[in-house]
Structure formats: structure tokens, C-alpha cells
């Protein structure tokens, strides 16, 4: 195959291998030349060739010794060639795809190669058999025939033109384009290693907008964007998107992370109101009103996602000094019921001792002033089987270790609200004589040249 489709073919099947690796071949001068350079570099081996020509002395000495379609047409060459250059990029500071593109220009001769009558012995030197593509030889172009070159030419020329779109962005970046989805953006945003601008469509009832932005974040079902100085979220749980298609910007950016502790309200403000927000974690010692999205509420500690433009003011007029309030202990009103039952129980038992006493008593003295000796039997059965009969006794201990708990407890629940008294008393002081402080932390999106 003839030296045009060598060029052509080459930066067409280069360009679509390595847009598999996000490589643009042609978005470089550099890659340009060496795609086109690896693409005829194997034709080295032939004096007449084009690369031939321009290396003569060596051409000529490659072909005395192997002669054409050998050495250089073989996949030891290509690979040798190619970890050369792999190497070299690694030593040097500035490595990038060279490699990459070197190894599918070289191989894209090959198989371009492999498509005429010959072949080539991509084996060469274990053996010298050709590989061709297809086997049927009929199927296979004859080397000078102008007719079946310029068909091939004309095929990788408007093959190339057509995938244009594909070498500009690469193969997975024109894939998630052609989706256009909150998926596909999400899996753009994942891969890529700069930032993307995003043109979006969404609407939501019967309210259509669109717009462009730099992605900030994209997550299966949410996106949040950048759009001038604003934050526009796409969020597929409140409203429909339609379209979202990346563009990449070559531009980085990355996340920077500040924290404070104890600074004022102006100082927070300048610290927030210069920057893109992506996380912002802020408390004070009282409450301020916290302006974020649209929405302003007071707060004592404020919490957020992605925002731009959030403003913090003191509530000078509206602190208030803290009332205090007794904090009873919960245990002493339980033990207190437990003492009152206690009591109840104790007298209930006292008065059944009583009455058995009583009982014991009423049948001695019957028993002795009864004559029939009948009778006094009965008498005595009864306060024989009175006396065995046990009684529970008052526990009067149990109601003394009661009593002295709950005073033991009263005496502490006085103690700790006093000490909470004198705490808040003295924060009450405090807060009339400083500024409301504030501690936390803010991460926010450096972006390159913004």
C-alpha cells in the first residue's frame, strides 16, 4: 500500500484507538507529526519509498540486510520501538501519550500491510510466514493498484471526516455526549481529569430553562453547576433534565479545605463571601442569622452543601440572656411515693399486730373463766392455732434508709443548680460584653484561571 493511505489510514485508526485513552491526535502538533512519521516509518526498509527517500543511507543499509517487508514489518520492531519511547517519556519530566500513539501509527501500516497480496511476517525473525487480512487473496488489494488505493483513500478520508466528533472528544466522552444523560454526565465527571462545561434542558411543570456551567459535582440523579455567579442544581427528584451534555475545558480544579476558630462575623464573612463553597461547617457561642440560596434563618450552628454567595450577621438586637430554670432530680418525687407506701404499709401492719394481740388476749381471758371443760377446749384450740399464726412486721428501717436518701438527694439537686445558676449567670455576663464567635471549617473549588 502506497504512502497516502499509509498517512491517512494511519491517523484514522490511530486517532480511533486512542480516543479509547481520551487522546486527541490531532489536538497536537506532536502527535500529529508522530502519527504520520510512525505511519510510514516501516517502509523504511525500501530505498524508493517517501520515508525511503528522505532516510536514503539508511533505508538502503536496512534493505541490503533484510531486505523489504521483514524486520521492519515485524511485531518485534514495533514493540521494541515502542517501549523505547515509553522509557524515554518516563525519564523526562514532561510525560504524556507518545507512546500510545507511536505503537498505533506503526501498527496501523502493518495491518494496512496486512491487507495487500503479501503481507507481512509479523513473526519475522521466528518465522517468515505472512500474516494477511482477509485469507481469501481475492479480497486482498494488489500493491500499485492505483484503483483499489484511491478507493481505500477516499474511505479513510470521509471515515475521518465522519468521526471528527470522536477525535475531538475522545470515544467515552462521545458516548456520554450521545446519551446526554445524568448517568453519562456522572460517568464523564468520574473519568475525566479536568473540568467539564455542561450545556443543560430541564424543565419542571410547564417551566422550561436551559444554560450552560462548569461542573462542580455529578452524581447518578444530581449535578450541581456553576453558571456565571450562581449555583444551579439539577436534581432529578424535583425536576425533569432532559439533556446534559460535557465539554471538556482543560481547565483543573481542585478542593482546598480552611479552618477557624474563634474569628467575628466580618472576618467569616470575608472568608466566605470570596468563594465558591463546595462544604461549610460553621457554630457560634449564640445565635446569628444565616443568609444561604435564597433562604434566611437563625441559627447556632449552619450546615451546607454547594453554595455561593451565603452572608452571616450577630443578632445584636435580639440575644436574649438565658433563663435559668430548677432541674428537679426525677428519682426523689419515686422514692418519695416509695416512702409514702412504706408508711402505708407499716401502719397496716401495726394495726393487724394490734388486733392479734388483742385476739390473743380476749381468748386467755375466755379460756380461763369458761367452766365447761368442753368449751374450754375449743377456747384453747383457737389460741393455740392465734399463736402460730405469723404476722409480717413494720420494716421502720427501710423507711429510715428512704428517708435519709431523699435527703441526701435534695441536698444534691440543691448543689447542682446552684453551681448551673452561677454558670449561667456568669455566661449571661459574657455574652453583653463580646462579639458572637465563630468556629468551624469551609471547603471551597479553586478553579484554574477563574
Known sequence: MRAPNHVIGGLVFTGICSSLSGVNVFASPVYLGLAVGAALLPDIDHPKTLIGSLLKPLSVAINRRYGHRTITHSGVTLVALTLAIAIAEKLSAGANSLALVFFFAYFSHLMLDMMTLQGVPLLYPITKNPFVIPSNPGYRIRTGDLRAEAVMF???????????????????TSYNRLFGTMKHLHLEFQRSEDMLEVTYRAHKGSLEFSGRGYCLEAKPTRAVLLQGDSLVVLDQSELVVEEVIPTHTGRKFFFREYRFVGIGADSLQRLVGRHVIAKLDVAADRPFLATANGATS???????GFLRGAIFHELYDSVEAEVFVYEPNPRIPVLREQLRNLRQENRSRGEAASRHSLRLADLAVGMQMEGDMVAREGIYQDLAAERKRKLPLPDYGREYELQAEIAALMEQER?????????????????ELQPASFTGYLTTVEIEGL
Do not use: K, V
Open 298 to 304: 437563625e441559627q447556632r450552628r449552619f450546615e451546607s
Open 415 to 431: 448543689a447542682r443548680n446552684a453551681r448551673q445558676r452561677e454558670a449561667l449567670e456568669r455566661r449571661n455576663r459574657e455574652a
Open 154 to 172: 477516499c474511505l479513510f478520508l470521509s471515515l475521518g471526516l465522519f468521526l471528527r466528533p470522536l477525535f475531538e472528544h475522545g470515544f467515552w
